[in-house]
């Protein structure tokens, strides 16, 4: 579309072109789609169907491995290895293939003929190997037991903090296993992902996570480590509240023994909602008076849209079922939406009706959002 | 500020603009094709990332324009991933188009990974008077532009790459950018011109030898 300002006139703005997207886009965002089932664990135990077949194929594998050999000895010798500490974006050649380290990366590798060992201390490194080539990588710290193997294969790896960082600082095996969380996100390729003593191949358009000790998994929605503190935060909370009402309870008990229960005749009128009891007054799912809202639904929608961008359309979605349900979960809800779609005046009105003890987390979420709410 | 009233008129209950508003679509996908994406059809998935992928991709690499570009692939997947999540609730009946729509959420995606402080360098790429011994006067140009565009801030190459480049009018561009009118127009009128002192500072033969409108 052209309007009528002359100003670029005369510029042939067209020379300016992007290269080619790459092929296999939809293959690896279907395969992304489906992530639950992208995982395949490798069988240990499989076992050749057709022993002749296999016995008749050794002879080929192995007239191929030493014609193979042959020629590879005869190739130029390709050994050396290197340390890079990223201040900014970096490309690393490692002859044929390459690392492409965000800021802030840590790699050490070393190459021997065709095998490449690296040793990604920290950060986000994309790595593009050839197809002659295999690369294994040692993620976090020396006391790591996981691995990666990748031969002809891109993929992107994130290591967000170092384990022997982690033991410098003194932190607690448990937070330790909370925050040494390895990503490993393949585009294309062949890459076995081992940790816990486990091996499960990873498919292109996939992500697993890598924890110590555990087996390599899909990534868990929402459990990043603010999602774990806030929900911390809410089972101490409840607990102390059970521990009260059990111990009024006790208190109640033994001054009036238990009578017989009388009959009832009529359901009595529920209690006004309060911030405590408004969570148990809307069940989940209902389609009441307001507009004919089905709420789940709606709240469903509403992460959907702040998920694609339009948090001021989730904002409004959490604002339409807050008319129907007013509940501590769903005005925290709302002023997170509100902090991404930064409307400071929405985030207060949201956080005047929460507990004081959820207001840092939001506060921080705005904080993160760029956005400062500044007085009251 | 201006919300997607259009696209999700049945959130605020107004129903006026759906009925007001035909259906559309792009050409080349039909609302056939939508409809089973919306339900989940992998297959129709395919052919919306297929049809799609050009354009996203080139957005979002000259949103980048030169910065992290081994982001893009990323950025262009996880693109579709949200459009595929966010399809059931796009609704064919609202005025922007399939395309439109996309590309908001390209353009919001690429934003905030340009908010990442890190991304603030640029990728090394050689200055455009030093190509000239290996390049065409064309891609001479291709280069300066790159470099002037890059060189525009945020809010302003925005607006120039989805009007100079996509074919967004000024509406589509204050939806996408949940701006005023009037915003979309000052800082088009301010990018063009910082453009075009850029490139004739760059490239003076190059911006003054041609004439007529770039095609």
């Not at chain 1, 016995?55 to 390709?78: K, S």
């Not at chain 1, 110590?212 to 806030?230: F, I, L, M, N, S």
């Not at chain 2, 939508?34 to 992998?42: K, L, T």
Request: glycine share 8%; hydrophobic share 40%.
């Amino acid at each position: 579309m052209h309007d009528d300002d002359e100003t670029l006139a005369g510029i042939d703005l067209a020379a300016w072109q992007p290269p080619p997207p790459p092929a296999g886009t939809a293959g690896a965002v279907i395969a992304r789609m489906r992530e639950p089932a992208a995982v395949a664990a490798l069988d240990p135990h499989e076992r050749p169907s057709r022993r002749a077949f296999w016995l008749g194929g050794l002879a080929l594998v192995a007239g191929a491995i030493v014609a193979l050999t042959a020629w590879d000895v005869t190739r130029p010798a390709r050994h050396g290895g290197g340390e890079v500490i990223a201040d900014h974006a970096r490309h690393v050649e490692l002859n044929g293939s390459s690392a492409d380290l965000d800021p802030g990366a840590q790699v050490q590798w070393e190459r021997d003929r065709h095998r490449i060992t690296a040793h990604q201390a920290r950060g986000t490194v994309r790595w593009t190997i050839d197809d002659d080539d295999t690369l294994v990588i040692d993620p976090g710290g020396s006391g790591s037991t996981a691995t990666i193997e990748a031969r002809g294969a891109s993929l992107r790896m994130e290591v967000p903090m170092n384990l022997s960082d982690l033991r410098l600082l003194g932190a607690s095996t448990l937070t330790a296993a909370a925050v040494a969380v390895v990503t490993v996100v393949v585009y294309t390729g062949h890459v076995k992902a081992t940790s816990g003593g486990q091996t499960v191949n990873v498919i292109p358009g996939a992500i697993v996570e890598l924890r110590p000790e555990q087996p390599p998994q899909p990534p868990a929605v929402g459990a990043r480590a603010a999602d774990v503190h806030e929900l911390e935060d809410q089972l101490r909370q409840a607990n102390e509240k059970i521990a009260a009402l059990t111990a009024e309870l006790s208190a109640r008990t033994v001054s009036h023994p238990p009578q017989p229960a009388p009959v009832a005749t009529r359901p009595a009128p529920p209690p006004r909602p309060t911030e405590d009891t408004a969570s148990l007054e809307s069940p989940p799912g209902t389609r009441d008076a307001c507009g004919g809202i089905d709420i789940d639904d709606a709240l469903k929608q509403a992460a959907n849209q702040l998920s694609a961008g339009f948090s001021s359309a989730a904002l409004l979605l959490v604002r339409k079922c807050l008319a129907c349900r007013q509940d501590t979960q769903m005005y925290r809800m709302a002023a997170m939406y509100a902090c991404a779609a930064h409307d400071v005046a929405a985030v207060k009105e949201m956080l005047s009706k929460i507990p004081a003890s959820f207001q840092p987390a939001i506060e921080q979420r705005c904080r993160v959002e760029g956005l400062t709410l500044g007085g009251p | 500020m201006i919300h997607n009233s259009g696209t999700f008129a049945w959130l605020a209950g107004d129903t006026s603009q759906m009925t007001a508003v035909a259906a559309r679509t792009d050409e080349s996908l039909d609302e056939l094709t939508v409809r089973r994406a919306q339900r989940g059809d992998e297959q129709a998935w395919r052919g919306l990332i297929e049809r799609f992928q050009t354009p996203v991709h080139a957005l979002i690499w000259r949103l980048l324009a030169g910065r992290a570009r081994h982001r893009v692939e990323d950025l262009v997947q996880e693109t579709f991933v949200r459009v595929l999540r966010a399809l059931p609730g796009f609704e064919l009946a609202g005025p922007a188009s399939l395309s439109t729509w996309i590309l908001t959420i390209a353009t919001r995606l690429t934003l905030n990974e340009l908010r990442r402080p890190e991304l603030a360098a640029l990728d090394a790429e050689p200055p455009a008077a030093e190509r000239t011994d290996r390049a065409t006067e064309r891609q001479r140009l291709a280069a300066a532009i790159g470099a002037s565009v890059a060189a525009l801030p945020e809010p302003q190459r925005v607006v120039l790459v989805l009007r100079e480049y996509h074919d967004l009018d000024y509406g589509d561009i204050a939806r996408v950018l949940e701006l005023d009118l009037g915003t979309v127009k000052s800082r088009l009128a301010r990018a063009r011109t910082a453009l075009r002192a850029d490139l004739t500072a760059r490239i003076p033969d190059a911006v003054r030898g041609l004439g007529g409108r770039h095609a």
